[in-house]
């Protein structure tokens, strides 16, 4: 679906009227970076550059947002004819996605005449912040549930439908087996599951009669046992499973309230005893990493488990300090100084370090540098044209082989003591050095 080129800050608009009357036009390059980690957070992993691609690739402006643009005296008419007829015509380098980044870092890199480069400064940011934060987070559900099946749950609560998608495709790339939103399911191709709400249980009569419909129309479905009384809704399950004349083919309970851990005991041991040790137990309610990591470490027999609102709004950390920032222009190099919000000037690339495996350190250098370890950033658009396609099933694979060369520090749920170690080159220390002193003497 088309996203229009009005999904911008007024002004982007505004500098690139500017640039145009002030006939700048030359070649920038703009990249998009995060200056630290939350607190509770020891990397983020690259998401979401294939929605930039896709905005990139269409990116035009129709009749009817030109002449919601002509009602603001700001703009002229000369101007709106050049939107008109704008198109992406730069290169963009990203890092591929899933791969973990780390403060300084560029994660999107874009070449471009300086009016389209800045123009998209606030799609690409919406998308590669929330998506790259989504899958951080979902990664570390994965991680706490040591194996165990997680689901995505949260569309309910997710802040906007496009949120809820983008949890649902961030959790399923981070090892996810799931989501239950459909439309996910078909945009990305995902699996999609689902059991049943309280609401069935309620609309029945009596519990017995919805298990025995549900299970009748859907005969290996999940049955939800919490909306009285757990154990008995499980000894409910039992009786089904001893009617004569069908065979019983549920395949798991659900658990949605309660003592979760303790819950789980008593049930195994009742499907054990009744000799359904194949009917599996899935978990939800209020869950995230913390205590997800917490039933496992204690023992609790649970398979799987449903994560939603604490998952799909990121609750423990929702945002960072992202920014889509000008390191070059007409081939000289951009810096900032503000106060704890250095920039170093000129056009970078990540080089990242392997000793037996595993990553070690990144030094982040001038582009045009040769530097030990394997250049992370890589071409996706040339000359407006995208040169890759962003494949879910491949950032997927991709994700789970660079955690897997993570120190198991990194991928811990608790901070780490030992950050991982990014640092700049000494060309473009000498960089920053000279131009900081080039401003000094006003020159």
């Known amino acids: 679906m ?3 080129p009005l999904f911008t800050d007024l002004y982007e608009l ?3 009227q500017a640039y145009a009357s002030e006939q700048m036009d030359e070649r920038a390059v703009f990249e998009l970076t995060f200056r630290k980690l939350p607190a509770n957070r020891n990397y983020i992993a690259a998401a979401g550059i294939g929605d930039v691609i896709d905005f990139l690739s269409d990116f035009h402006f129709e009749d009817r ?3 919601y643009l002509g009602q603001y005296k700001e703009f002229s008419k000369a101007f709106l004819e050049r939107l008109k007829n704008l198109r992406f015509t730069g290169d963009v380098y990203a890092l591929p996605e899933g791969t973990p980044v780390f403060p300084n870092e560029p994660i999107v890199q874009m070449v471009a005449p300086i009016i389209e480069a800045q123009l998209m400064e606030t799609l690409v ?3 590669v912040h929330f998506q790259s934060l989504a899958l951080a987070k979902a990664a ?3 991680e706490a549930a040591g194996g165990r099946g997680i689901v995505d749950f949260g569309s309910r609560r997710a802040h906007g439908t496009d949120a809820a998608l983008k949890v649902a495709r961030a959790t399923y790339l981070a090892g996810g087996s799931g989501t239950s939103n459909v439309l996910a399911g078909q945009l990305y191709g995902i699996p999609v599951f689902g059991t049943m709400a309280h609401s069935y249980v309620q609309a029945h009569d009596c519990e017995t009669a919805s298990f025995e419909a549900f299970a009748g129309l859907y005969p290996e479905t999940t049955i939800l046992v919490d909306t009285y009384d757990t154990f008995e809704g499980v000894r409910k399950v039992i009786e089904l499973s001893r009617k004569p004349g069908r065979s019983f083919r549920v395949q798991a309970i659900r658990l949605d309230s309660g003592d979760l851990g303790a819950l789980a005991c008593g049930a195994r041991k009742m499907l054990d005893e009744a000799g359904l040790r194949h009917v599996t137990i899935f978990a939800s309610s209020g869950l995230d990493e913390y205590e997800i990591q917490r039933l496992v470490n204690s023992g609790a027999p649970i398979d799987a488990f ?3 609102t604490r998952l799909a709004v990121m609750e423990d950390a929702s945002h960072l300090d992202m920014a889509y920032k000008l390191v070059e222009y007409g081939g000289k190099g951009r810096l900032k100084l503000s106060p704890g919000k250095v920039l170093y000037p000129g056009r970078k690339q990540v080089f990242r370090q392997s000793e037996n495996g595993c990553v070690v350190r990144d030094v982040v250098g001038r582009f045009d540098e040769q530097l030990p370890g394997k250049p ?6 040339q000359r407006g044209a995208p040169i890759t396609h962003v494949k879910l099933e491949e950032s997927r694979q991709r994700f789970q082989s660079e955690l897997a060369s993570l120190p198991s520090h990194l991928r811990a749920l608790q901070p780490s003591t030992t950050p991982y170690p990014v640092s700049f080159s000494e ?3 000498r960089d920053l050095q000279r131009i900081r002193i080039k401003l000094a003497h006003g020159t």
Not at 376 to 381: A, D, E, G, H, I
């Open 306 to 308: 449903g994560v939603g």
């Open 2 to 4: 088309r996203t229009s």
């Open 140 to 142: 570390r559900v994965v």
């Open 65 to 67: 947002e030109l002449d």
């Open 125 to 127: 940011l919406n998308q």
């Open 376 to 381: 992370l950033l890589q071409p996706v658009m």
């Open 427 to 429: 060309c473009l220390e």
């Open 14 to 16: 505004t500098m690139a």
